[in-house]
């Protein structure tokens, strides 16, 4: 049976998702737990591929692999058990004849988050200068491939406190969306418009944009028109992303201590 399952994954302690040698990547432990659990033995053979690649640092919410099993009764029940805490599978479903993770995608949404915006809506704005299809030569590493693509949808919204750029496209090029991301957040802090975003889209580019950071990043969702049985999270990866959560609001409030002003005497005694 050819598989394909939905999974998501923090992306900060992987060197990317696609395979390398000798590092810790999204693929790799996905390949690894597969073969624990003796779905296939050659991931080549077993046609095993993801829906794209994402940086070292970038995560996913909604990332996609297909491989073919004799045994998908043991993947759709086990793979959670055996997956690193950092990655977890939320659903899947029998892939169709021909299905490819990557080619047959309609589209790809990201979320970018911005913290201390300035201006969304401003940014807002400028973000509608992406829509339709452009030469994207300008905002990614397009190498020899067609740096043309086609934008669907694109956004930005408050939450909570964070701007948000929302893209969705047929596909990306690498790091296109982060670029995109750099020019918002120039907007948003008033040192760009709308109208210098047109201009790099319309003209041979005089210098690529640089990437914003990826942490901000997260693969958000990637549409093929066909259901997915929702899966639940293991207990282990529940636990870890727990642990995240008090971890971080913690260091939050310690790290808002640490940089406070205090100019006040000294207390006696401490």
Known sequence: MNLAFRFSYFGDRFFGSQMQPDLRTVEGEFIGACRHLGLFGDWRKANFA??????????????ICSFRTDKPERAIEALNQVLPSDIWCTG?????????PRYSAVSRTYRYYFFA??????????????????DFS??????????????????VFIDGEFA????????????????????????????????????????PPEQRVVAAPPD????????????????PIGARSS???????????LMATVSAHLAADHRQPDTPGI
Do not use: K
């Open 50 to 63: 993801t829906a794209g690649r994402t940086d070292r640092g970038v995560h996913a919410r909604c990332q």
């Open 92 to 100: 899947w479903a029998e892939a169709p004849d021909g299905f490819h």
């Open 117 to 134: 915006p300035g201006d969304a809506a401003a940014m807002h704005e400028a973000a509608q200068e992406f829509l339709g299809r452009h």
């Open 138 to 155: 300008a905002f990614a590493r397009a190498g020899d491939r067609n740096p043309e693509r086609r934008i669907l949808a694109s956004r």
């Open 164 to 203: 948000v750029f929302e893209v969705t496209g047929e596909s990306f090029l690498w790091n296109m969306v982060r670029c995109m991301a750099t020019m918002l957040g120039r907007v948003g802090r008033g040192e760009a418009g709308a109208g210098e975003i047109a201009r790099l889209l319309a003209g």
């Open 216 to 231: 901000g990043l997260i693969l958000w969702d990637i549409d093929y028109g066909i259901p997915f049985t929702p899966l």
């Open 239 to 249: 636990r870890y992303l727990g642990d995240r959560h008090r971890y971080h609001v």
